[in-house]
């Protein structure tokens, strides 16, 4: 009976240092993984000043360039503290100058993007908040540009016609969709599917708003890859400027929706002006212009020696008769003078 009793104790013992082990044994399994450390905090405060900033680890992709950036802040913050100090110390407020840095980091499988958030004080009634965005291409190391990832033409399309809207609403400045230009994008990164543009407080809207984000189906703006193909056998003139219309059409449409203009010099005050179908590769050579041209993506109203061209031309001197704008409409292939 004794025998048993030790037989049943000892496979107990057994199971429970089997348990014991293979509990263990799996502990570490579930613990290693680790988060990844992407920023170091740094903070520095005296009677004149508060800084709060954060780094990015050294190596971490782009850490070289987005925290030389930050540094060349800290130094113009300091700069500018050094230089105000007596008056911050003479001011009947009691708050400090403050310079605050904050990342936010989005990826996609081939891109890297940091968005710098500032919010500093130096001196008057209110906070600067502002943004600066760095994209950077992950197999080369190279900075990206919003031309290297959208089409310019259709981008504007869509954020004019985003902001006319938001106009409407009041919520950002009037007349901002009409003014803004592809050249004042300068922040902006990519979250998944979605292309966000990131506008600093005051850029395009009232300090109420804050810092203004939009956003777009990045496949709706992206460059279309498909390279037109020109059908030289289109205009007896084809052949002639094939360079031209060659590089003309890469950058995809930028009239009446499906239509690429190229214009090039023919001498003093002259320019040809091409058409391309992008559809068929069908060229046109439908007029030539004395001062240029003007046109849209989303209109088929081209404006030859327009107004603006012609002060740009002759400025305060006297307009001659010849030089007034035409307006045409395109229309069945073809130019239709109004």
């Known amino acids: 009976m004794n025998k048993k009793i030790l037989l049943v104790l000892l496979v107990l013992i057994v199971l429970i240092v089997s348990v014991f082990i293979w509990v263990f044994e799996r502990e570490p399994q579930?613990?290693?993984?680790?988060?990844?450390?992407?920023?170091?905090?740094?903070?520095?405060?005296?009677?004149?000043?508060?800084?709060?900033?954060?780094?990015?680890?050294?190596?971490?992709?782009?850490?070289?360039?987005?925290?030389?950036?930050?540094?060349?802040?800290?130094?113009?913050?300091?700069?500018?503290?050094?230089?105000?100090?007596?008056?911050?110390?003479?001011?009947?407020?009691?708050?400090?100058?403050?310079?605050?840095?904050?990342?936010?980091?989005?990826?996609?499988?081939?891109?890297?993007?940091?968005?710098?958030?500032?919010?500093?004080?130096?001196?008057?009634?209110n906070t600067n908040q502002y943004v600066r965005s760095i994209g950077l291409d992950k197999a080369s190391g190279d900075i990206i540009k919003l031309s290297?990832?959208?089409?310019?033409?259709?981008?504007?399309?869509?954020?004019?016609?985003?902001?006319?809207?938001?106009?409407?609403?009041?919520?950002?400045?009037?007349?901002?969709?009409?003014?803004?230009?592809?050249?004042?994008?300068?922040?902006?990164?990519?979250?998944?599917?979605?292309?966000?543009?990131?506008?600093?407080?005051?850029?395009?809207?009232?300090?109420?708003?804050?810092?203004?984000?939009?956003?777009?189906?990045?496949?709706?703006v992206e460059p279309d890859n498909k390279q037109t193909i020109i059908d030289f056998s289109s205009h007896p003139d084809a052949l002639k400027f094939k360079t031209n219309l060659i590089e003309g059409v890469k950058g995809g449409p930028n009239f009446a929706e499906h239509y690429t203009i190229i214009s090039w010099g023919c001498g003093t005050m002259c320019q040809v002006v091409a058409i391309v179908d992008n559809r068929d590769g069908a060229v046109y050579f439908p007029i030539t212009s004395t001062l240029g041209i003007d046109f849209r993506i989303d209109s088929n109203l081209l404006i030859v020696d327009p107004s603006w061209k012609i002060q740009e031309n002759f400025g305060e001197y006297e307009i001659p008769d010849w030089a007034h704008p035409r307006y045409y409409i395109w229309e069945n292939n073809s130019l239709i003078e109004i």
């Not at 954060?54 to 113009?76: P, Q, S």
């Not at 708050?95 to 989005?106: A, G, K, N, T, V």
């Not at 310019?152 to 004019?160: D, Q, V």
């Not at 922040?187 to 810092?211: H, M, Q, R």
């Open 30 to 125: 579930d613990k290693s993984v680790e988060s990844e450390t992407k920023y170091t905090s740094f903070k520095e405060e005296t009677d004149d000043y508060i800084i709060e900033v954060v780094r990015v680890n050294e190596d971490r992709l782009g850490a070289k360039i987005v925290n030389g950036i930050i540094n060349d802040k800290l130094l113009e913050f300091k700069e500018i503290v050094e230089k105000d100090v007596s008056g911050i110390r003479d001011s009947k407020f009691d708050f400090p100058y403050y310079l605050e840095i904050s990342i936010e980091d989005y990826q996609t499988d081939k891109y890297l993007f940091y968005l710098l958030n500032y919010s500093e004080y130096t001196g008057g009634a």
């Open 148 to 220: 290297d990832v959208v089409d310019e033409y259709l981008l504007m399309e869509k954020l004019r016609t985003e902001l006319l809207a938001m106009e409407e609403d009041m919520y950002v400045f009037s007349g901002v969709s009409e003014e803004i230009s592809f050249s004042d994008l300068n922040n902006f990164y990519i979250d998944g599917n979605n292309l966000v543009l990131v506008f600093s407080k005051y850029e395009i809207a009232p300090g109420t708003a804050g810092i203004i984000r939009i956003e777009f189906d990045i496949s709706t």
